[in-house]
Protein backbone atom coordinates (compact mmCIF):
# COMPACT_ATOMS: atom_id res chain seq x y z
CA UNK A 1 0.00 0.00 0.00
CA UNK A 2 1.41 3.50 -1.12
CA UNK A 3 0.44 6.79 0.85
CA UNK A 4 1.20 10.24 -0.41
CA UNK A 5 1.53 13.14 1.55
CA UNK A 6 2.66 16.83 1.28
CA UNK A 7 5.29 18.91 2.64
CA UNK A 8 3.48 21.62 5.18
CA UNK A 9 7.06 23.42 5.59
CA UNK A 10 9.44 23.72 3.30
CA UNK A 11 12.22 24.18 6.07
CA UNK A 12 10.83 21.23 8.37
CA UNK A 13 9.99 19.29 5.87
CA UNK A 14 11.82 15.50 5.85
CA UNK A 15 10.27 12.68 4.46
CA UNK A 16 12.56 9.83 6.04
CA UNK A 17 11.30 11.40 9.44
CA UNK A 18 8.08 11.35 8.53
CA UNK A 19 8.04 8.38 6.97
CA UNK A 20 9.79 6.74 10.52
CA UNK A 21 7.11 8.55 12.22
CA UNK A 22 3.99 6.75 10.64
CA UNK A 23 5.78 3.03 9.89
CA UNK A 24 6.67 3.76 6.40
CA UNK A 25 9.87 3.25 3.95
CA UNK A 26 10.50 6.25 1.81
CA UNK A 27 10.31 5.42 -1.60
CA UNK A 28 10.57 9.02 -3.92
CA UNK A 29 9.43 12.57 -3.57
CA UNK A 30 8.47 14.87 -6.29
CA UNK A 31 8.46 17.84 -5.73
CA UNK A 32 6.43 18.84 -2.96
CA UNK A 33 4.62 15.70 -2.84
CA UNK A 34 6.44 12.54 -1.17
CA UNK A 35 5.61 8.95 -1.75
CA UNK A 36 5.71 6.50 1.41
CA UNK A 37 5.35 2.70 1.48
CA UNK A 38 3.63 1.30 4.22
CA UNK A 39 5.49 -1.41 6.44
CA UNK A 40 4.44 -4.17 9.00
CA UNK A 41 3.85 -2.20 12.16
CA UNK A 42 6.43 -4.84 13.95
CA UNK A 43 9.30 -3.65 11.48
CA UNK A 44 11.60 -0.30 11.75
CA UNK A 45 11.51 1.36 8.67
CA UNK A 46 14.59 1.53 6.71
CA UNK A 47 15.85 4.92 7.54
CA UNK A 48 19.81 5.30 8.30
CA UNK A 49 20.24 7.24 11.56
CA UNK A 50 22.40 9.06 13.29
CA UNK A 51 24.37 7.51 16.26
CA UNK A 52 22.60 9.94 18.37
CA UNK A 53 18.92 8.97 16.85
CA UNK A 54 19.90 5.22 16.92
CA UNK A 55 20.76 5.39 20.74
CA UNK A 56 17.57 7.30 21.27
CA UNK A 57 15.27 5.28 19.06
CA UNK A 58 15.02 2.34 21.11
CA UNK A 59 13.87 4.29 23.78
CA UNK A 60 10.68 5.84 22.22
CA UNK A 61 7.20 5.36 23.46
CA UNK A 62 4.20 5.18 20.66
CA UNK A 63 2.30 8.07 21.14
CA UNK A 64 -0.69 5.52 21.28
CA UNK A 65 0.11 4.46 24.95
CA UNK A 66 0.38 8.23 26.07
CA UNK A 67 -3.10 8.97 25.00
CA UNK A 68 -4.25 5.78 26.36
CA UNK A 69 -2.60 6.73 29.83
CA UNK A 70 -4.11 10.37 29.50
CA UNK A 71 -7.42 9.15 28.27
CA UNK A 72 -7.86 6.48 31.14
CA UNK A 73 -6.34 8.71 33.88
CA UNK A 74 -8.71 12.10 33.04
CA UNK A 75 -11.58 9.17 32.53
CA UNK A 76 -10.88 8.02 35.60
CA UNK A 77 -9.82 11.45 37.61
CA UNK A 78 -13.63 12.34 36.82
CA UNK A 79 -15.91 9.60 37.56
CA UNK A 80 -14.07 9.32 41.25
CA UNK A 81 -12.68 12.74 42.26
CA UNK A 82 -15.00 15.12 40.39
CA UNK A 83 -18.22 13.05 41.61
CA UNK A 84 -16.36 12.75 44.95
CA UNK A 85 -16.49 17.16 45.00
CA UNK A 86 -20.16 17.28 44.16
CA UNK A 87 -20.91 15.31 46.97
CA UNK A 88 -18.55 16.92 49.29
CA UNK A 89 -19.75 19.99 48.79
CA UNK A 90 -23.31 19.27 48.29
CA UNK A 91 -25.71 19.58 44.87
CA UNK A 92 -29.54 20.43 45.15
CA UNK A 93 -31.15 19.44 42.13
CA UNK A 94 -34.43 21.00 43.16
CA UNK A 95 -33.00 24.28 43.76
CA UNK A 96 -33.84 27.24 41.57
CA UNK A 97 -30.64 28.11 39.71
CA UNK A 98 -29.52 32.15 38.60
CA UNK A 99 -30.41 31.37 35.25
CA UNK A 100 -34.32 31.24 36.59
CA UNK A 101 -34.10 33.59 39.48
CA UNK A 102 -32.50 36.40 37.74
CA UNK A 103 -33.83 35.80 34.18
CA UNK A 104 -32.94 38.76 31.80
CA UNK A 105 -32.65 37.88 28.13
CA UNK A 106 -29.52 39.10 28.11
CA UNK A 107 -26.80 37.30 30.89
CA UNK A 108 -29.35 35.10 32.55
CA UNK A 109 -30.89 32.68 30.18
CA UNK A 110 -31.47 28.98 31.43
CA UNK A 111 -29.74 26.57 28.86
CA UNK A 112 -29.12 23.30 28.05
CA UNK A 113 -26.54 21.38 29.87
CA UNK A 114 -24.85 20.72 26.46
CA UNK A 115 -25.23 24.79 26.01
CA UNK A 116 -23.77 25.43 28.62
CA UNK A 117 -20.51 23.13 28.45
CA UNK A 118 -20.05 24.19 25.00
CA UNK A 119 -19.71 27.74 25.97
CA UNK A 120 -17.66 26.62 29.04
CA UNK A 121 -14.79 24.30 26.80
CA UNK A 122 -15.20 26.78 23.67
CA UNK A 123 -14.61 29.37 25.97
CA UNK A 124 -11.41 27.70 27.90
CA UNK A 125 -9.83 25.58 25.07
CA UNK A 126 -8.19 28.70 23.20
CA UNK A 127 -4.64 28.68 22.55
CA UNK A 128 -3.29 27.60 25.71
CA UNK A 129 -3.97 23.90 25.55
CA UNK A 130 -1.96 24.17 22.35
CA UNK A 131 0.51 26.25 22.87
CA UNK A 132 1.61 25.88 26.51
CA UNK A 133 2.44 21.74 26.09
CA UNK A 134 4.05 22.20 22.79
CA UNK A 135 6.17 24.73 24.26
CA UNK A 136 6.89 23.50 27.37
CA UNK A 137 7.77 20.56 26.07
CA UNK A 138 11.72 21.54 25.37
CA UNK A 139 11.90 20.28 29.17
CA UNK A 140 10.68 16.79 27.57
CA UNK A 141 7.22 15.06 27.11
CA UNK A 142 7.47 13.06 30.67
CA UNK A 143 6.92 16.41 32.97
CA UNK A 144 4.44 18.14 31.04
CA UNK A 145 2.30 14.78 30.89
CA UNK A 146 2.55 14.57 34.03
CA UNK A 147 1.28 18.26 34.81
CA UNK A 148 -0.83 18.29 32.65
CA UNK A 149 -2.96 15.35 34.20
CA UNK A 150 -2.23 15.74 38.38
CA UNK A 151 -3.07 19.27 37.18
CA UNK A 152 -5.86 18.88 35.14
CA UNK A 153 -7.53 17.05 37.65
CA UNK A 154 -6.12 18.34 41.23
CA UNK A 155 -5.91 21.99 40.46
CA UNK A 156 -7.52 23.02 37.45
CA UNK A 157 -10.86 20.90 37.30
CA UNK A 158 -11.01 21.75 41.45
CA UNK A 159 -10.49 25.45 40.41
CA UNK A 160 -13.52 25.52 37.92
CA UNK A 161 -15.56 23.65 39.41
CA UNK A 162 -15.19 25.43 42.51
CA UNK A 163 -15.78 29.27 40.69
CA UNK A 164 -18.99 27.27 39.17
CA UNK A 165 -20.18 26.18 42.41
CA UNK A 166 -19.98 29.27 44.60
CA UNK A 167 -21.49 31.64 41.97
CA UNK A 168 -24.38 29.50 41.65
CA UNK A 169 -24.78 29.45 45.13
CA UNK A 170 -24.31 33.11 45.58
CA UNK A 171 -27.08 34.11 42.71
CA UNK A 172 -24.57 33.79 39.34
CA UNK A 173 -22.64 36.85 40.88
CA UNK A 174 -18.99 37.05 39.53
CA UNK A 175 -15.42 36.21 41.17
CA UNK A 176 -15.39 40.12 41.74
CA UNK A 177 -18.77 40.59 43.51
CA UNK A 178 -17.68 37.03 45.65
CA UNK A 179 -14.53 38.43 46.98
CA UNK A 180 -16.74 41.38 48.00
CA UNK A 181 -18.95 39.61 50.30
CA UNK A 182 -16.42 37.25 52.05
CA UNK A 183 -13.24 39.16 51.76
CA UNK A 184 -14.63 43.02 51.61
CA UNK A 185 -14.42 45.82 49.14
CA UNK A 186 -11.47 46.71 49.15
CA UNK A 187 -10.58 42.71 48.29
CA UNK A 188 -12.89 43.06 45.03
CA UNK A 189 -11.77 46.49 43.88
CA UNK A 190 -8.11 45.26 43.79
CA UNK A 191 -9.25 41.70 42.52
CA UNK A 192 -11.45 43.48 39.56
CA UNK A 193 -8.42 45.78 39.04
CA UNK A 194 -6.11 42.43 38.58
CA UNK A 195 -8.25 40.75 36.59
CA UNK A 196 -8.61 43.40 33.96
CA UNK A 197 -5.14 43.71 33.46
CA UNK A 198 -4.84 39.99 33.18
CA UNK A 199 -7.61 40.86 30.28
CA UNK A 200 -5.48 42.95 28.47
CA UNK A 201 -2.46 40.40 28.02
CA UNK A 202 -5.36 37.87 27.09
CA UNK A 203 -6.54 40.00 24.16
CA UNK A 204 -2.99 41.20 23.14
CA UNK A 205 -1.59 37.80 22.94
CA UNK A 206 -4.35 35.82 21.64
CA UNK A 207 -5.79 38.73 19.37
CA UNK A 208 -1.80 38.69 17.61
CA UNK A 209 -2.26 34.96 17.51
CA UNK A 210 -5.69 34.96 15.33
CA UNK A 211 -4.27 37.75 13.16
CA UNK A 212 -1.24 35.74 12.51
CA UNK A 213 -3.23 32.26 11.41
CA UNK A 214 -5.74 34.64 9.22
CA UNK A 215 -2.70 36.64 7.37
CA UNK A 216 -2.83 35.70 3.54
CA UNK A 217 -0.05 38.62 2.17
CA UNK A 218 2.57 40.35 3.19
CA UNK A 219 4.65 37.51 4.55
CA UNK A 220 8.07 36.68 3.11
CA UNK A 221 8.30 33.42 1.90
CA UNK A 222 4.52 32.49 2.46
CA UNK A 223 3.55 29.63 0.15
CA UNK A 224 0.19 29.76 -2.37
CA UNK A 225 -0.85 26.88 0.02
CA UNK A 226 -1.05 28.76 3.02
CA UNK A 227 -2.28 32.23 1.70
CA UNK A 228 -5.05 29.89 0.49
CA UNK A 229 -5.39 28.03 3.97
CA UNK A 230 -5.12 31.02 5.82
CA UNK A 231 -7.45 33.59 3.59
CA UNK A 232 -10.23 30.36 3.34
CA UNK A 233 -10.21 30.08 7.31
CA UNK A 234 -10.50 33.90 7.82
CA UNK A 235 -13.56 34.03 5.52
CA UNK A 236 -15.22 31.04 7.59
CA UNK A 237 -14.45 32.81 10.56
CA UNK A 238 -16.60 36.01 9.35
CA UNK A 239 -19.35 33.94 8.19
CA UNK A 240 -19.16 32.38 11.63
CA UNK A 241 -20.19 35.58 13.46
CA UNK A 242 -22.96 36.39 10.76
CA UNK A 243 -24.19 32.52 11.11
CA UNK A 244 -24.56 32.50 14.67
CA UNK A 245 -26.47 35.58 14.89
CA UNK A 246 -28.64 34.00 12.44
CA UNK A 247 -28.37 30.58 14.69
CA UNK A 248 -29.02 32.60 17.80
CA UNK A 249 -32.94 34.34 16.17
CA UNK A 250 -33.55 31.11 14.97
CA UNK A 251 -33.61 29.75 18.23
CA UNK A 252 -35.15 32.49 20.38
CA UNK A 253 -37.91 32.84 17.67
CA UNK A 254 -38.49 28.92 18.12
CA UNK A 255 -38.31 28.68 21.72
CA UNK A 256 -36.75 25.64 23.32
CA UNK A 257 -34.87 23.20 20.39
CA UNK A 258 -34.59 19.37 20.35
CA UNK A 259 -31.21 18.74 21.09
CA UNK A 260 -31.02 16.52 18.19
CA UNK A 261 -32.64 18.91 15.66
CA UNK A 262 -30.60 21.74 17.24
CA UNK A 263 -27.12 19.66 16.68
CA UNK A 264 -28.45 18.31 13.03
CA UNK A 265 -28.79 22.33 12.25
CA UNK A 266 -25.64 23.83 13.80
CA UNK A 267 -23.57 20.90 11.45
CA UNK A 268 -25.76 21.99 9.19
CA UNK A 269 -24.68 25.38 9.28
CA UNK A 270 -21.07 24.67 9.72
CA UNK A 271 -21.24 22.75 6.19
CA UNK A 272 -22.32 25.62 4.78
CA UNK A 273 -20.01 27.94 5.92
CA UNK A 274 -16.84 26.18 5.03
CA UNK A 275 -18.28 25.64 1.52
CA UNK A 276 -18.69 29.41 1.02
CA UNK A 277 -15.57 30.13 3.08
CA UNK A 278 -13.30 28.06 0.85
CA UNK A 279 -15.09 29.54 -2.40
CA UNK A 280 -14.80 33.23 -1.16
CA UNK A 281 -10.95 33.31 0.80
CA UNK A 282 -10.25 36.81 2.57
CA UNK A 283 -6.58 37.31 2.21
CA UNK A 284 -5.39 40.58 3.44
CA UNK A 285 -2.46 41.82 5.79
CA UNK A 286 -1.52 41.01 9.25
CA UNK A 287 -2.81 44.33 10.55
CA UNK A 288 -5.90 44.47 9.14
CA UNK A 289 -6.88 41.00 10.81
CA UNK A 290 -6.10 43.14 14.31
CA UNK A 291 -8.57 45.45 13.47
CA UNK A 292 -11.30 43.62 12.11
CA UNK A 293 -10.96 41.08 15.04
CA UNK A 294 -11.00 44.23 17.55
CA UNK A 295 -14.18 45.03 15.78
CA UNK A 296 -15.66 41.66 16.45
CA UNK A 297 -14.69 41.56 20.32
CA UNK A 298 -16.35 44.81 20.75
CA UNK A 299 -19.61 43.34 19.18
CA UNK A 300 -19.15 40.10 20.94
CA UNK A 301 -18.68 42.07 24.31
CA UNK A 302 -21.90 44.54 24.11
CA UNK A 303 -24.21 41.73 22.70
CA UNK A 304 -26.52 39.54 24.73
CA UNK A 305 -25.16 36.23 24.95
CA UNK A 306 -28.13 34.02 23.72
CA UNK A 307 -27.34 36.44 20.12
CA UNK A 308 -23.68 35.57 19.80
CA UNK A 309 -21.56 34.02 22.16
CA UNK A 310 -23.71 30.93 22.86
CA UNK A 311 -24.79 29.84 19.43
CA UNK A 312 -21.08 30.47 18.50
CA UNK A 313 -19.75 28.21 21.11
CA UNK A 314 -22.58 25.56 20.64
CA UNK A 315 -21.06 25.17 16.31
CA UNK A 316 -17.33 25.66 17.52
CA UNK A 317 -17.76 22.81 19.77
CA UNK A 318 -18.94 20.56 16.60
CA UNK A 319 -15.31 21.23 15.57
CA UNK A 320 -13.41 20.86 18.04
CA UNK A 321 -15.12 17.14 18.24
CA UNK A 322 -13.93 16.50 15.21
CA UNK A 323 -10.92 17.79 15.31
CA UNK A 324 -10.28 15.93 18.56
CA UNK A 325 -11.94 12.57 16.82
CA UNK A 326 -9.32 13.05 13.93
CA UNK A 327 -6.17 13.47 15.83
CA UNK A 328 -7.48 10.21 18.13
CA UNK A 329 -8.20 8.43 15.38
CA UNK A 330 -4.82 9.23 13.43
CA UNK A 331 -3.07 7.92 16.27
CA UNK A 332 -4.75 5.07 17.02
CA UNK A 333 -3.98 4.33 13.13
CA UNK A 334 -1.09 5.94 13.06
CA UNK A 335 0.31 5.15 16.12
CA UNK A 336 3.65 7.42 15.66
CA UNK A 337 6.71 7.21 17.90
CA UNK A 338 7.23 9.89 20.88
CA UNK A 339 10.51 11.61 19.09
CA UNK A 340 10.35 14.38 22.05
CA UNK A 341 12.79 13.20 24.77
CA UNK A 342 11.50 12.08 27.49
CA UNK A 343 13.49 14.46 29.75
CA UNK A 344 15.91 17.18 28.96
CA UNK A 345 17.10 18.45 32.42
CA UNK A 346 15.76 20.66 35.10
CA UNK A 347 17.23 24.01 33.16
CA UNK A 348 16.55 25.28 29.26
CA UNK A 349 18.75 27.58 28.14
CA UNK A 350 15.61 29.83 26.57
CA UNK A 351 12.88 28.99 28.68
CA UNK A 352 14.73 28.81 31.97
CA UNK A 353 14.26 26.47 35.08
CA UNK A 354 11.59 23.98 35.01
CA UNK A 355 10.24 25.18 38.26
CA UNK A 356 8.28 27.77 38.04
CA UNK A 357 8.45 27.66 34.06
CA UNK A 358 6.75 24.59 33.06
CA UNK A 359 3.96 25.41 35.36
CA UNK A 360 3.51 28.74 34.27
CA UNK A 361 3.97 27.68 30.33
CA UNK A 362 1.39 24.97 30.80
CA UNK A 363 -1.37 27.05 31.81
CA UNK A 364 -4.90 26.13 29.79
CA UNK A 365 -4.60 22.40 30.18
CA UNK A 366 -3.71 22.20 33.84
CA UNK A 367 -4.61 25.47 35.82
CA UNK A 368 -5.91 28.34 34.58
CA UNK A 369 -7.14 31.65 36.40
CA UNK A 370 -8.89 32.24 33.25
CA UNK A 371 -11.23 29.85 33.53
CA UNK A 372 -12.71 30.85 36.66
CA UNK A 373 -13.55 33.77 35.27
CA UNK A 374 -15.44 32.40 32.53
CA UNK A 375 -17.20 29.67 35.39
CA UNK A 376 -18.24 32.97 37.51
CA UNK A 377 -18.80 35.70 34.76
CA UNK A 378 -20.64 33.91 32.04
CA UNK A 379 -21.85 30.12 32.56
CA UNK A 380 -23.22 30.21 36.20
CA UNK A 381 -25.53 32.50 35.17
CA UNK A 382 -26.77 29.83 32.23
CA UNK A 383 -26.87 26.67 34.73
CA UNK A 384 -30.44 25.55 34.75
CA UNK A 385 -29.87 22.67 37.30
CA UNK A 386 -27.30 22.41 39.46
CA UNK A 387 -26.63 19.12 39.04
CA UNK A 388 -25.30 20.12 35.56
CA UNK A 389 -22.40 21.92 37.30
CA UNK A 390 -19.93 18.55 37.61
CA UNK A 391 -20.03 17.94 33.90
CA UNK A 392 -19.64 21.94 33.05
CA UNK A 393 -17.14 23.12 35.35
CA UNK A 394 -15.07 19.49 36.20
CA UNK A 395 -15.97 17.91 33.06
CA UNK A 396 -14.99 20.34 30.43
CA UNK A 397 -11.12 21.65 32.38
CA UNK A 398 -10.74 17.48 32.24
CA UNK A 399 -11.34 17.62 28.38
CA UNK A 400 -9.07 20.47 28.14
CA UNK A 401 -6.44 18.28 29.42
CA UNK A 402 -6.92 15.56 26.92
CA UNK A 403 -6.44 18.13 24.39
CA UNK A 404 -3.79 19.26 25.59
CA UNK A 405 -2.44 15.61 25.54
CA UNK A 406 -3.41 15.42 22.40
CA UNK A 407 -1.51 18.66 21.18
CA UNK A 408 1.76 17.13 23.02
CA UNK A 409 1.63 13.55 21.16
CA UNK A 410 0.80 15.22 17.68
CA UNK A 411 4.35 18.17 18.64
CA UNK A 412 6.20 14.72 19.66
CA UNK A 413 5.30 12.91 16.38
CA UNK A 414 6.38 16.17 14.40
CA UNK A 415 9.70 16.17 16.07
CA UNK A 416 12.66 14.56 14.12
CA UNK A 417 14.24 11.36 14.85
CA UNK A 418 17.00 12.79 17.32
CA UNK A 419 14.49 15.17 19.47
CA UNK A 420 14.72 17.97 17.54
CA UNK A 421 11.21 20.00 17.58
CA UNK A 422 9.84 20.48 14.54
CA UNK A 423 9.66 24.26 13.17
CA UNK A 424 6.80 26.94 13.23
CA UNK A 425 4.46 28.07 15.76
CA UNK A 426 2.58 25.66 18.30
CA UNK A 427 -0.31 26.42 16.09
CA UNK A 428 1.26 25.94 13.04
CA UNK A 429 2.72 22.41 14.19
CA UNK A 430 -0.29 20.83 15.85
CA UNK A 431 -2.23 21.84 12.74
CA UNK A 432 0.18 20.36 10.38
CA UNK A 433 0.35 17.50 12.31
CA UNK A 434 -3.83 16.78 12.41
CA UNK A 435 -4.19 17.68 9.10
CA UNK A 436 -1.79 14.98 8.36
CA UNK A 437 -3.81 12.52 9.76
CA UNK A 438 -6.93 13.68 7.94
CA UNK A 439 -4.91 13.26 4.83
CA UNK A 440 -4.63 9.40 5.54
CA UNK A 441 -8.27 8.93 5.68
CA UNK A 442 -8.27 10.12 1.91
CA UNK A 443 -9.67 14.06 3.00
CA UNK A 444 -8.12 16.16 0.55
CA UNK A 445 -4.82 18.07 1.90
CA UNK A 446 -6.68 21.58 1.07
CA UNK A 447 -9.98 20.78 2.91
CA UNK A 448 -7.64 19.23 5.72
CA UNK A 449 -5.69 22.47 6.23
CA UNK A 450 -8.24 24.92 6.15
CA UNK A 451 -10.26 22.86 8.64
CA UNK A 452 -7.33 22.64 10.82
CA UNK A 453 -6.36 26.62 10.82
CA UNK A 454 -9.82 27.50 11.30
CA UNK A 455 -10.07 25.00 14.53
CA UNK A 456 -6.57 26.76 15.94
CA UNK A 457 -7.94 30.10 15.15
CA UNK A 458 -11.57 29.21 16.66
CA UNK A 459 -9.75 27.99 19.75
CA UNK A 460 -8.23 31.59 19.92
CA UNK A 461 -11.33 33.26 18.80
CA UNK A 462 -13.85 31.74 21.26
CA UNK A 463 -11.53 32.76 24.19
CA UNK A 464 -11.02 36.19 23.13
CA UNK A 465 -14.57 37.00 23.08
CA UNK A 466 -15.15 35.80 26.43
CA UNK A 467 -12.13 37.86 28.09
CA UNK A 468 -13.56 40.50 25.94
CA UNK A 469 -16.66 40.41 27.87
CA UNK A 470 -15.02 39.36 31.21
CA UNK A 471 -12.54 42.56 30.80
CA UNK A 472 -16.24 45.07 29.94
CA UNK A 473 -17.29 43.89 32.90
CA UNK A 474 -14.28 44.22 35.46
CA UNK A 475 -13.87 47.94 34.04
CA UNK A 476 -17.06 48.23 34.73
CA UNK A 477 -17.14 46.44 38.68
CA UNK A 478 -13.68 48.45 39.16
CA UNK A 479 -15.97 51.98 39.01
CA UNK A 480 -19.48 50.67 39.82
CA UNK A 481 -21.72 51.40 42.97
CA UNK A 482 -24.46 49.89 44.64
CA UNK A 483 -26.71 53.48 43.39
CA UNK A 484 -25.76 53.96 39.97
CA UNK A 485 -29.31 55.58 39.73
CA UNK A 486 -27.96 58.61 41.74
CA UNK A 487 -23.94 57.48 40.87
CA UNK A 488 -22.41 60.88 39.28
CA UNK A 489 -21.43 61.30 35.79
CA UNK A 490 -18.38 60.40 35.49
CA UNK A 491 -18.97 57.26 37.12
CA UNK A 492 -22.10 56.48 35.06
CA UNK A 493 -19.28 57.08 31.72
CA UNK A 494 -16.91 54.44 33.03
CA UNK A 495 -19.83 51.85 33.74
CA UNK A 496 -21.37 52.51 30.32
CA UNK A 497 -20.95 48.92 28.57
CA UNK A 498 -19.85 50.29 25.32
CA UNK A 499 -17.58 53.18 26.84
CA UNK A 500 -16.08 50.32 29.18
CA UNK A 501 -15.47 48.11 26.42
CA UNK A 502 -13.57 50.61 23.70
CA UNK A 503 -11.27 51.19 27.12
CA UNK A 504 -10.45 47.40 27.62
CA UNK A 505 -9.88 46.87 23.77
CA UNK A 506 -7.80 50.12 23.01
CA UNK A 507 -5.42 48.76 25.85
CA UNK A 508 -5.53 45.48 24.62
CA UNK A 509 -4.58 46.37 21.01
CA UNK A 510 -1.58 48.43 22.48
CA UNK A 511 -0.13 45.19 23.94
CA UNK A 512 -0.84 43.61 20.77
CA UNK A 513 2.09 45.58 19.34
CA UNK A 514 4.44 43.34 21.55
CA UNK A 515 3.56 40.02 19.88
CA UNK A 516 2.28 36.94 22.00
CA UNK A 517 5.86 35.16 22.23
CA UNK A 518 7.03 38.04 24.66
CA UNK A 519 3.77 38.70 26.27
CA UNK A 520 3.01 34.91 27.14
CA UNK A 521 5.26 34.51 29.79
CA UNK A 522 3.96 37.58 31.28
CA UNK A 523 0.34 35.96 30.50
CA UNK A 524 1.12 32.68 32.23
CA UNK A 525 2.36 34.16 35.27
CA UNK A 526 -0.59 36.19 35.65
CA UNK A 527 -2.77 33.42 34.81
CA UNK A 528 -1.65 31.15 37.23
CA UNK A 529 -1.64 33.56 40.13
CA UNK A 530 -5.13 34.52 39.38
CA UNK A 531 -6.25 30.63 40.09
CA UNK A 532 -4.57 31.15 43.43
CA UNK A 533 -6.14 34.34 44.06
CA UNK A 534 -9.40 32.49 43.07
CA UNK A 535 -8.90 29.15 45.36
CA UNK A 536 -8.02 31.13 48.43
CA UNK A 537 -11.47 33.32 48.06
CA UNK A 538 -12.70 29.76 47.17
CA UNK A 539 -11.17 28.85 50.66
CA UNK A 540 -12.96 31.38 52.55
CA UNK A 541 -16.55 30.98 50.76
CA UNK A 542 -16.51 27.23 51.91
CA UNK A 543 -15.19 27.88 55.61
CA UNK A 544 -17.91 30.45 55.96
CA UNK A 545 -20.63 27.99 54.56
CA UNK A 546 -19.26 24.94 56.29
CA UNK A 547 -18.42 22.89 53.56
CA UNK A 548 -14.89 21.12 53.05
CA UNK A 549 -12.06 23.41 51.71
CA UNK A 550 -8.92 20.68 52.39
CA UNK A 551 -8.68 20.07 48.95
CA UNK A 552 -8.11 23.36 47.67
CA UNK A 553 -5.11 23.91 50.47
CA UNK A 554 -2.35 22.39 48.30
CA UNK A 555 -3.53 23.86 44.92
CA UNK A 556 -3.06 27.19 46.60
CA UNK A 557 -0.10 26.85 48.34
CA UNK A 558 1.59 25.58 45.15
CA UNK A 559 0.40 28.02 42.76
CA UNK A 560 1.55 31.32 45.09
CA UNK A 561 5.10 29.61 44.88
CA UNK A 562 5.19 29.11 41.40
CA UNK A 563 3.79 32.58 40.45
CA UNK A 564 5.38 34.76 42.59
CA UNK A 565 8.72 33.32 41.79
CA UNK A 566 8.02 33.84 37.89
CA UNK A 567 7.14 37.13 38.15
CA UNK A 568 9.70 37.93 39.59
CA UNK A 569 12.44 36.07 37.44
CA UNK A 570 10.86 37.90 34.78
CA UNK A 571 10.74 41.20 36.10
CA UNK A 572 14.82 40.74 36.47
CA UNK A 573 14.77 40.02 33.41
CA UNK A 574 12.86 42.60 32.04
CA UNK A 575 15.21 45.20 34.13
CA UNK A 576 18.42 43.67 32.61
CA UNK A 577 17.03 43.92 29.40
CA UNK A 578 16.27 47.43 29.57
CA UNK A 579 19.77 48.14 31.32
CA UNK A 580 21.62 46.77 28.19
CA UNK A 581 19.95 48.42 25.94
CA UNK A 582 20.42 51.46 27.95
CA UNK A 583 24.19 50.84 27.76
CA UNK A 584 24.68 50.61 24.28
CA UNK A 585 24.94 53.58 22.03
CA UNK A 586 22.32 54.18 20.06
CA UNK A 587 22.75 55.61 16.01
CA UNK A 588 20.63 59.02 15.18
CA UNK A 589 17.47 58.08 13.79
CA UNK A 590 17.05 54.33 15.12
CA UNK A 591 13.70 53.88 16.97
CA UNK A 592 15.80 50.98 19.38
CA UNK A 593 14.51 52.51 22.75
CA UNK A 594 10.85 52.47 21.50
CA UNK A 595 11.06 48.86 21.01
CA UNK A 596 13.18 48.63 23.71
CA UNK A 597 10.21 50.08 25.94
CA UNK A 598 7.63 48.64 24.56
CA UNK A 599 8.76 45.14 24.75
CA UNK A 600 10.48 45.38 28.10
CA UNK A 601 8.95 48.60 29.91
CA UNK A 602 5.62 48.00 29.43
CA UNK A 603 6.03 44.24 30.68
CA UNK A 604 7.57 45.71 33.41
CA UNK A 605 4.87 48.46 34.57
CA UNK A 606 2.39 45.60 34.17
CA UNK A 607 4.48 43.05 36.09
CA UNK A 608 5.36 44.75 38.90
CA UNK A 609 1.72 45.88 39.36
CA UNK A 610 0.66 42.41 39.01
CA UNK A 611 3.29 41.17 42.05
CA UNK A 612 1.96 44.55 44.11
CA UNK A 613 -2.09 43.66 43.46
CA UNK A 614 -1.23 40.27 43.97
CA UNK A 615 0.32 40.58 47.41
CA UNK A 616 -1.92 42.80 48.78
CA UNK A 617 -4.90 40.69 47.88
CA UNK A 618 -3.28 37.58 49.49
CA UNK A 619 -2.66 39.62 52.74
CA UNK A 620 -6.29 40.91 52.59
CA UNK A 621 -7.42 37.36 51.82
CA UNK A 622 -5.76 35.33 54.40
CA UNK A 623 -6.46 37.94 57.15
CA UNK A 624 -10.20 37.54 55.81
CA UNK A 625 -9.92 33.98 56.01
CA UNK A 626 -8.56 33.82 59.38
CA UNK A 627 -11.32 36.05 60.81
CA UNK A 628 -13.73 34.37 59.46
CA UNK A 629 -15.88 31.70 61.42
CA UNK A 630 -16.51 27.91 60.58
CA UNK A 631 -20.44 27.48 59.34
CA UNK A 632 -20.86 31.34 60.18
CA UNK A 633 -23.15 32.03 57.05
CA UNK A 634 -25.53 29.17 57.47
CA UNK A 635 -25.31 30.40 61.64
CA UNK A 636 -26.19 33.81 60.42
CA UNK A 637 -29.16 32.57 57.94
CA UNK A 638 -30.86 30.74 61.03
CA UNK A 639 -30.44 34.04 63.31
CA UNK A 640 -32.15 35.98 60.73
CA UNK A 641 -34.38 33.72 59.75
Known amino acids: MRLRGRFYDKQSGNAEAYAFVFGCTFVQRDGGVFILQKMPSFSLPNVDLSERSRLRAGKKMNGLVIILIGIVALGAGYLFYGRWLAKKWGIDPNAKTPAYTHEDGEDYVPSSRFTVFSHQFSSIAGAGPVTGPILASVFGWVPVLLWLIIGGLFFGA ?42 LLVIAAFTDMVAGTFVGKGVDGMTAETSYANSAAASISMLFIVVAVVFGLIQKHVGKMN ?46 MWLLMQPRDYMTTFMFIGMIAGAVIGL ?60 VGYGAMVLESLLAVLALCVAGAAASQDGTPASGTPFQIFSRGVAGFFEMFGIPVHFATVFMTMCVSALALTSLDAVARIGRMSFQ ?5 DDMKNAKPWRKVLCNPYFSTIITLLFGFVLT ?21 VLITLCVFMKVTGRSNKMLFPPMIIMLCVTFTALVQRLIAMVKAISTAAAVTIPAGETTWGKVFLNNGLQLVIAVLLIVLGLTIVINSMKSYVKSKKNSEKKEEKVNG
Open 158 to 199: VQDFGALYASVKNEGKSMGMIIEKYIGKTGRKLFMLFCWLFT
Open 259 to 304: EVVKAVVAIALLVAMFAVGMALPICTTKSAWIYIVMAYLFLASVMP
Open 332 to 391: LVAHPTMNLPVFTGFTNEKLGTLFPILFVTVACGAVSGFHSLVSSGTSSKTIENEKDMTK
Open 477 to 481: ELFAV
Open 513 to 533: KIGYANIWPLFGSANQLLSAL
